[in-house]
């Protein structure tokens, strides 16, 4: 079975500033998408950036971009120029390229980031 | 519509009674799905739907917990005789079917119906 571990249960960081967040997860599968979510106070989870892993090149969404260490099974999530708004809980996901349930996402414990001003 | 919506938005209800959550996916997702997150906690997978499949179940925590879809779109999740343990957020979330290797769709996720059973 698929597992995803976030090794930090709480980050902060000066606005303004660059921050990363870990995530490694375990597989035997060789294609399957992984995700990292925010989730603001408001409950409602966010997609943040996506990256396929048949893809090398690493996904980047404006300020949000990822590391991904495939051999590793690593899917870090740097956010550049920490804006208060990014406060939230972080979610990283793994999701099957096969169809059906196993496509469902598993998710890690989450990392609660703070922004000080 | 434009996003997943859910309803209600908070419930607190007593202990011991029934209660019924209800998810409208977008529209057009085939696959839909309800996760569970407890205070402090991540997510946790309870049931999943996709189009005229039998769902998959495996993740509710008991048979007090049962869900059902409706005509491919509409989906409700009941929680008979409520206990304390059950207060959580629950989210649904929905998406296009996986029809090949390299679809990779997103999911998408409502913003959760919070249910307090005192």
């Known amino acids: 079975a698929q597992t995803v571990t976030q090794s930090q249960p709480e980050m902060s960081v000066q606005e303004a500033e660059t921050v990363t967040l870990s995530c490694t997860y375990d597989t035997s599968e060789s294609d399957y998408y992984l995700f990292w979510y925010k989730q603001p106070p408001s409950r409602q989870m966010i997609l943040v950036i996506r990256q396929e892993a048949y893809k090398q090149q690493n996904a980047t969404e404006n300020r949000f971009s990822v590391n991904f260490q495939k051999a590793a099974k690593s899917f870090s999530l740097k956010i550049s120029d920490s804006q208060l708004g990014d406060a939230a809980m972080y979610f990283c996901a793994y999701r099957s390229g096969r169809g059906g349930s196993q496509g469902n996402l598993i998710f890690g414990k989450g990392t609660k980031l703070s922004v000080k001003p | 519509g434009a996003g997943v919506s859910q309803s209600p938005s908070n419930k607190v209800t007593e202990k011991g009674k029934d209660v019924e959550l209800r998810c409208d996916p977008i529209?057009?997702?085939?696959?839909l799905y309800w996760y569970r997150q407890s205070l402090g906690q991540g997510l946790e997978f309870l049931i999943y739907?996709?189009?005229?499949?039998?769902?998959?179940k495996s993740g509710l925590p008991s048979d007090r917990f049962s869900a059902e879809r409706t005509g491919g779109s509409v989906s409700t999740l009941t929680i008979q005789r409520t206990q304390q343990e059950d207060s959580a957020v629950y989210l649904c979330a929905s998406s296009l079917a996986l029809k090949n290797l390299r679809s990779g769709n997103t999911i998408y996720f409502g913003e959760g119906s919070w249910l307090t059973v005192v």
């Open positions: 739907f996709q189009g005229n499949s039998a769902p998959d």
């Open positions: 529209s057009g997702h085939t696959a």
